[in-house]
C-alpha cells in the first residue's frame, strides 16, 4: 500500500523557525528537525539559520555525507506543496482613486513642497532686500 504524503506550503514551512519548532526545506522535502538540533554536529544554530526556508543551496554546499542524507529520511514529515500560492486581487471600483494616484500625487508633494518652499522664500528675501537699497 503507497505511504500518503503530506504537502506543506512554504508558508506553513515558514512558521516554524524557533528552536522548539525546527522545520527545514530540502529538495523540496519538509523536515522536522527540532529533536535534531543538539546532536547535529554542526550546531543547532546551523539548522536554526536555515529553519523555516528552502535551504537545499545550504545543504549542498556543506557537502553532507550519504550517512547524513539517510539520518534525514528519520525526519522527513512531508513535502512541499509544488502548486503555486495563487495571490489575492484588489477590487478596485472605478468610481474610487486608486492607490497609485493616490501614491503619486503624496510623492509629488512630497519632492516639489521643499523646492518651491525655498524659491517662494528666495523671491521674498529679494524683493525685500531691493526694496532697502
Not at 79 to 86: G, N, S, V
Not at 93 to 104: A, E, F, G, V, Y
Not at 109 to 129: E, F, H, M, N, R
Amino acid at each position: 500500500m503507497p505511504t500518503i504524503t503530506k504537502l506543506y506550503s512554504m508558508k506553513e514551512a515558514s512558521q516554524h523557525n524557533t528552536q522548539e519548532d525546527c522545520w527545514v526545506v530540502i529538495d523540496g522535502k519538509v523536515y522536522d528537525v527540532t529533536k535534531y538540533l543538539d546532536d547535529h554536529p554542526g550546531g543547532d544554530d546551523v539548522l536554526l539559520s536555515a529553519a523555516g526556508k528552502n535551504s537545499t543551496e545550504e545543504f549542498e554546499d556543506a557537502g553532507h555525507s550519504k550517512s547524513a542524507r539517510e539520518l534525514m529520511q528519520d525526519y522527513c514529515i512531508g513535502e512541499l506543496d509544488p502548486t503555486p500560492a495563487i495571490p489575492e486581487l484588489e477590487i478596485v471600483r472605478k468610481d474610487q482613486p486608486s492607490n497609485l494616484i493616490t501614491k503619486l500625487s503624496s510623492k509629488t508633494l512630497q519632492y516639489w513642497a521643499v523646492p518651491a518652499t525655498i524659491i517662494g522664500i528666495s523671491v521674498v528675501t529679494a524683493i525685500l532686500y531691493s526694496r532697502k537699497k
